[in-house]
Every structure is written in structure tokens, then in C-alpha cells.
């Protein structure tokens, strides 16, 4: 199953071959136009299904308590200030229980995993729920539940995106990295604009009880999962420190690994351009109107990777995964930086979603890389990493490029961060070969 040209990677697993109640017979090939869709082998095979039609319904459901909590803070405060720092309290218990959940997922049933958790997201969903049906208007239960919540999610995470490997074959990993992709960036389309819709219809309460039964949608497809206990017949561990530090040395000894996650840190941290869209709205584009602009800008990037996961049979059989990671960084960029040299809002916006769909390319292969390129009593650490350095580099960025964009204006600071981010992705790939010389 493994064809491989990959420096300093260990293939020695116990068993390479997906865990599906009943494979389906491989599917026949793709002419004419459907090359070009999205690749949907993997939905062929139950299990992988199940967990996929989970995702659907978790996009959503999540973008509507996301929206829910910042507006009952601010409802209940009046301050954009509290609003960060509830957004604080979520990140810090995710980031420390995504790097746990990574080392929990090595050491335990992945699918006993995904039950606890879920349902754990799911109480709390009903605890928000309850503290605003009874009118308690507290901040700190709402943060304390939010604390609560994106623990549950750093626990979960690791353990669903490590499951992948073992439902789906090697050479299909890419095709189920962009149908997963392409459902939460869907939900972050149409979770907050069906939150609009449903608060002055239903109420805010409702909308967190919405988010709960969905989950239970979430709870019945993760229970009907195969058993996915760790594999190989070696001693038990326990998820502790000494696994966490034997994570990040595994990945400081494979250099395609941590050119991976370099790869993400480099394009998020120096391209993502999303704090200075108020400035570029109230000013740059204030002509168009500031609340359209500004609603257009933050929909660009994630409408051009749903386009991109759509039309992603163009990219999903390709075997040089490290190239493509390359080159989506790069693309992605080039369009951040012509975003930022564009005085139209339009052009700015198209620039954006050609970011998206190079923003997908890279979710793609990247999520491919660290899958196949792991042993499978590695890969829950490694998603737990992932997941905290997905979600902690856009924040850095947004602390970089606010800076930034008072200093030197936002058209300036999202130019340079584009530029900055080709410099940098093309510098590595030149004087590190592993991520060039990667393919299955």
C-alpha cells in the first residue's frame, strides 16, 4: 500500500490496512468530467461514511454556538473587550487538551475516544442551553461552559482525525482530507449565516439547543463505529507527559513531518490577512458600504476552499504530496499579497477565494502527509499538534498583522505578509529536500 520515496520515515506498523465493516470494490476509473468533482471513493466504505456524515452535522451545529456565546456576552456587557477574552478561555484548555487528546488517542479504543467526548460537547451545548433559557446572565459560567466545551474538542479532534488512517486506504487519504475539509468549511459558510436566521426567529437559547440534538446525530454514528484500539501487541501506556515529549521528538526526527507543520505555521501566521479586514472595510472599501464590505471579506476565503474541495478530483490522486504542499503555500501567498495590492473590493475578494482554494490544497496534503507518513501509535499525537497549531496560528496572526496594519496600513501589512510568506515557504524548500521528495 505504501509506495515510498520518503526520507526518515518508519513504515514498520503492525498493519497498514484500514479498519471498514465491509469495503466496497474499488472504484472504476474517472473520465471526462468527473475527473475534475470531487473524489468520493472514500464514502464507499461505511465506517469512513458514518464518521464523515457526523462531520456534516457538527460544521454547522458548532458555528451556532460560536456565534451564540460572543453575542450573549456582548449582550450582556456591551464590550468587544470580553468578547476576547472569552475567545482567550477557549483557546488555552483547547490547546492543552488537544496536545493530551493527541497522546490519549495512541493509548486507548479511538471510538470509546470520540463516544466520551462527544457526548461531553454535547452537555455542555445543553448547559449553555439551560443558562440561557433560566436568563442567569453570567460571563463567567459562559466562559467557564466555553473552557469546558473546547476541552471536550482538543480531546476529540486528535482521536477523529488519527480514525481516518485506519477506515480509509493510504492512496484515498487525500480524497477523505478534502471531503472533511470541505464540510467545516461549508459550516463556516452556513453556520453563522443560519444563526442570523434562526435568532430572531427562535431566540439565542434555542440555538444552543439546536447545537445539542444535532450532536446526538454526532453520538449515534461515532457508536456505530468499529473498535479502533491501539495496534500491536506491545505493553499498555499511559497518556502522560512522557508521551507528549516523545510526540515532538518523533516529529523533530522526521523532517517531512515538521516541514509540515512549519508549512502551516508560515503560511498562517505571516499570510492569514483576517484581522485587518475591519480597517480595509471602514477605509480601503468603505465606498461599497462597510458592512457588506466587511461581510464579503470574511466569507471570501472560506467560500474559495468549499469551491476548491468541490472541484478537488483535480488534486486528489496526485502522488507528490510534498510538492503540493508547496505549491498550495505558495499560491496561497500570491494571493494574499495581491489581495493586499487590490483597491477594488471585488478583485480583493476573488484574490481571497483563490486563497481559499490554495488554503485547501495545503489542508489537504498536509492532513494527508501526517497521516500516512506517521506510525499508527503516533498519529493521535501528531493530530494533537496539528490541531493546536491550526488554531493557534491564525491568532498570532492576528496579533501580527493588527500590529502591522496600524503601522504601516492594512493594504501594506497584507502585501508584505503574502511576500513574506513565498520567501519564506520557497527558502525551506530549498534547503530542506525531505517535504520535495515526499509522495506515496
Not at 64 to 93: C, E
Not at 99 to 116: E, F, N, Q, S, Y
Not at 252 to 267: N, T
Not at 271 to 295: D, I, K, V, W
Request: hydrophobic fraction near 55%; charged fraction near 15%; glycine fraction near 12%.
Amino acid at each position: 500500500m505504501y509506495r515510498a520515496a520518503r526520507e526518515s520515515v518508519d513504515t514498520s506498523e503492525s498493519s497498514t490496512e484500514p479498519d471498514t465493516d465491509s469495503p466496497a470494490a474499488p472504484a472504476p476509473p474517472r473520465r471526462g468530467w468527473r475527473r475534475w468533482a470531487m473524489d468520493t471513493r472514500p464514502l464507499r466504505i461505511p465506517a469512513y461514511r458514518r464518521l464523515w456524515s457526523s462531520t456534516i452535522v457538527t460544521a454547522v451545529g458548532s458555528q451556532l454556538t460560536a456565534v451564540a456565546v460572543p453575542k450573549q456576552i456582548y449582550d450582556i456587557t456591551h464590550s468587544s473587550a470580553w468578547v476576547g477574552y472569552a475567545s482567550l478561555a477557549g483557546l488555552v484548555p483547547m490547546v492543552v487538551f488537544a496536545l493530551w487528546g493527541g497522546a490519549v488517542a495512541d493509548t486507548v479504543d479511538r471510538r470509546k475516544l470520540l463516544l466520551v467526548t462527544n457526548c461531553g460537547i454535547a452537555v455542555t451545548s445543553l448547559l449553555f442551553w439551560v443558562q440561557a433559557a433560566t436568563g442567569l446572565g453570567s460571563v463567567a459560567v459562559l466562559m467557564v461552559l466555553l473552557a469546558a466545551q473546547q476541552a471536550f474538542f482538543g480531546l476529540n479532534s486528535p482521536a477523529r482525525s488519527a480514525s481516518i488512517a485506519r477506515l480509509v486506504p493510504t492512496e484515498e487519504l487525500p480524497a477523505a482530507n478534502a471531503l472533511g475539509s470541505t464540510v467545516l468549511q461549508t459550516g463556516l459558510v452556513a453556520g453563522p449565516l443560519l444563526a442570523g436566521v434562526l435568532i430572531p426567529v427562535i431566540g439565542l437559547p434555542e440555538l444552543y439547543l439546536v447545537d445539542a440534538l444535532a450532536l446526538c446525530v454526532t453520538v449515534w454514528a461515532v457508536f456505530r463505529l468499529p473498535a479502533l484500539p491501539p495496534l500491536g501487541d506491545g505493553p499498555a501506556r499511559r497518556a502522560g507527559v512522557r508521551e507528549i515529549v516523545a510526540g515532538f521528538r518523533y516529529i523533530s526526527g522526521r523532517q517531512v513531518l515538521l516541514l509540515s507543520f512549519l508549512a502551516d505555521i508560515v503560511a498562517m501566521v505571516f499570510g492569514m490577512p483576517r484581522a485587518l479586514f475591519p480597517q480595509l472595510a471602514a477605509q480601503t472599501y468603505s465606498s461599497y458600504g462597510e458592512g457588506l464590505a466587511l461581510g464579503v471579506l470574511f466569507a471570501g476565503i472560506p467560500v474559495g476552499a468549499v469551491l476548491g474541495g468541490l472541484f478537488s478530483g483535480v488534486f486528489s490522486r496526485a502522488r507528490r504530496h510534498g510538492w503540493m504542499v508547496i505549491g498550495a503555500v505558495v499560491g496561497w501567498g500570491v494571493a494574499v499579497a495581491g489581495f493586499g495590492l487590490s483597491g477594488n473590493l471585488w478583485l480583493a475578494v476573488a484574490f481571497l477565494a483563490v486563497g481559499g482554494v490554495a488554503d485547501m490544497v495545503s489542508m489537504v496534503f498536509r492532513g494527508a502527509i501526517l497521516l500516512s507518513a506517521a506510525t499508527d501509535e503516533m498519529r493521535g499525537r501528531m493530530q494533537g499538534v496539528f490541531t493546536v497549531v491550526v488554531a493557534g496560528g491564525p491568532r498570532l496572526a492576528d496579533v501580527l498583522h493588527g500590529t502591522a496594519g496600524s503601522a504601516f496600513g492594512p493594504r501594506a501589512a497584507a502585501a508584505g505578509g503574502g511576500v513574506l510568506v513565498v520567501v519564506v515557504m520557497l527558502a525551506l524548500a530549498a534547503a530542506l529536500p525531505a517535504l520535495r521528495r515526499y509522495r506515496i
